[in-house]
Nanobody, 114 residues
Framework: VQLVESGGGLVQPGGSLRLSCAAS????????MRWYRQAPGKERELVAW????????NYANSVKGRFTISRDNGKNTVYLHMNNLKPEDTAVYYC????????WGQGTQVTVSS
């Protein structure tokens, strides 16, 4: 199993970014996918998750209404669309799945600053 995130960067408050996580090594459409984030000095927190078929999603209260998780099972990729970004969204964002054990991507840095 391999998870590779991309799409992070520096963005001004109010801006948008789209993160991608390319997955391989397992039957992608059978598994829930999650996005976590970890800010400096803080614990890793769950941001959003999506069911295997994409029909069920859930979000942390802190991002509800601003972030959207989606997936393309034909491309084995899960996305995190982030709008109206705030400085408190600054963190390393990780893709995660459980296939007999935990698997994490390497993370992608998102910095929201003017």
């Amino acid at each position: 199993v391999q998870l590779v995130e991309s799409g992070g960067g520096l963005v001004q408050p109010g801006g948008s970014l789209r993160l991608s996580c390319a997955a391989s090594g397992f039957t992608f459409s059978n598994y829930v996918m999650r996005w976590y984030r970890q800010a400096p000095g803080k614990e890793r927190e769950l941001v959003a998750w999506i069911s295997g078929g994409g029909g069920v999603t859930n979000y942390a209260n802190s991002v509800k209404g601003r972030f959207t998780i989606s997936r393309d099972n034909g491309k084995n990729t899960v996305y995190l669309h982030m709008n109206n970004l705030k400085p408190e969204d600054t963190a390393v964002y990780y893709c995660y799945t459980y296939v007999l054990r935990d698997y994490w991507g390497q993370g992608t840095q998102v910095t929201v600053s003017s």
